[in-house]
């Protein structure tokens, strides 16, 4: 337990701290000896579990300080800090409080006798597998900064990857979104009052404008209740795909899209080679490894296949063969496997494919707006060009014939 107490040393001087003790009496036998007398002690409050899963939604633990806070632990670490106070430093040092809270449990959990790698695995949420396994085998090794440097490195490269899809993605959703807004508006509030100079004059008119007269009228009138249907369709689509279900389904369509496809196997390839490089250099079994890395590939298709070739393993057999099988792997990825078993230097061969597939996503992510902007253009242009020729042309044609 932690007590907050308050304390007079020699000089007179009054000073405030923590003490760590089994028990208040323990702890003021601790401040005693210190040569202080002890004025007030008290029971430091726990975080609630609430406290802290409101924390977690609201906070969470962001890639980018992970990333942040390995590097510094390795620094510490390299600096023969203990593990316990190079926790206190860090805890001190962020600034995100749900990352504090769980830095601060790792501290009291290691103090009562825990690894750093089992403190890690009580909080799933904030550190993966993957970063547990590679700091166990560390600690194992008897090269925990090593280790921990791998997480770091891996971390990074996770994280700059998370950081390309956003980008690539980030134009042609934007672009969408406001083409869709500004269409809802043009078609609620301005088409109407378009269409209503053709019901003044009470003339024939093609079947498609009057079939975008209706839409318009339709909107003018219910546009409240196509926006709620809108919003509920938007929302219960992102439910969906929250579920399991539903993330299968979105991973295999993801790869099976024209332009985008192409770039999220090169993501999944990239996370794949890099993590599974970074466990092997790591010392952790080739079966284990892969388990781990199939947890933070990013890609349900891609988690049974390196699933698939760890049951392959388990039997003795080879992880190429099972490549070889799956179309979504590429066939160079599969041969450059196979050199790697062959030649006993899987970790140095995994490598290159994940610097030539990173290479590959950040090419394809400059390229990516080059590739949609004339789609998008496209798209939109024949959106106002049906809107001219649907309405404006039997306007100017009923003009025409007034004059």
Not at 201 to 208: D, Q
Request: glycine residues 6%.
């Amino acid at each position: 337990m932690i007590f907050l107490f308050k304390a007079k040393d020699s000089s007179g001087k009054t000073k405030e701290g923590e003490v760590e003790a089994i028990s208040q009496e323990v702890a003021v036998q601790i401040i005693q000896k210190s040569g202080m007398i002890p004025l007030t002690m008290s029971e430091k409050e726990k975080v609630s579990s609430l406290v802290k899963d409101l924390k977690r939604i609201w906070e969470g633990a962001k890639p980018k300080e992970l990333v942040i806070f390995f590097r510094q632990l390795t620094t510490l670490i390299e600096s023969k800090v203990p593990i316990v106070p190079a926790l206190q430093a860090l805890e001190e040092q962020t600034d995100n409080q749900y990352l504090k809270i769980v830095v601060k449990e790792m501290e009291g959990d290691i103090r009562d006798g825990m690894s750093l790698s089992e403190a890690l695995s009580k909080h799933p949420q904030v550190f993966n597998r993957l970063s547990v396994s590679m700091v166990r085998s560390g600690e194992m090794s008897g090269n925990l900064q090593k280790s921990i440097t791998y997480i770091a490195d891996s971390m990074e490269k996770n994280y700059q990857l998370g950081s390309k899809v956003k980008s690539a993605l980030f134009y042609p959703i934007f672009v969408t979104g406001a083409a869709l807004i500004i269409g809802f508006i043009v078609i609620t509030f301005v088409l109407p009052k378009l269409t209503g100079v053709i019901k003044d004059m009470a003339v024939e008119v093609p079947w498609y404008t009057k079939l975008l007269m209706f839409t318009g009228d339709f909107m003018n009138k219910y546009w409240w209740a196509v926006l709620i249907a809108i919003l509920g369709g938007v929302g219960g689509l992102i439910y969906y795909m929250k579920t399991e279900e539903g993330k299968k389904e979105w991973d295999q369509i993801k790869l099976k899209m024209p332009i985008f496809g192409s770039f999220f196997k090169a993501v999944c390839i990239a996370r794949f080679a890099d993590n599974f490089s970074v466990l092997i250099n790591g010392g952790i079994p080739v079966a284990n490894a892969l388990q781990e890395v199939s947890e933070v590939v990013g890609n349900s298709v891609f988690q049974k296949i390196i699933l698939r070739s760890m049951d392959e393993v388990k039997k003795g057999g080879n992880i190429s063969d099972v490549f070889a099988k799956s179309s979504e792997i590429p066939p160079i990825v599969t041969r450059m496997v196979k050199i790697g078993e062959e030649t006993g230097k899987l970790s140095e061969v995994l490598k290159k494919t994940a610097e030539f597939y990173e290479q590959e996503v950040e090419t394809m992510t400059r390229n990516m707006s080059t590739m949609i902007e004339p789609i998008l253009i496209s798209v939109l242009g024949i959106g106002v060009a049906i809107m001219v020729f649907a309405v404006l042309m039997p306007i100017y044609d009923i003009a025409n014939k007034i004059q």
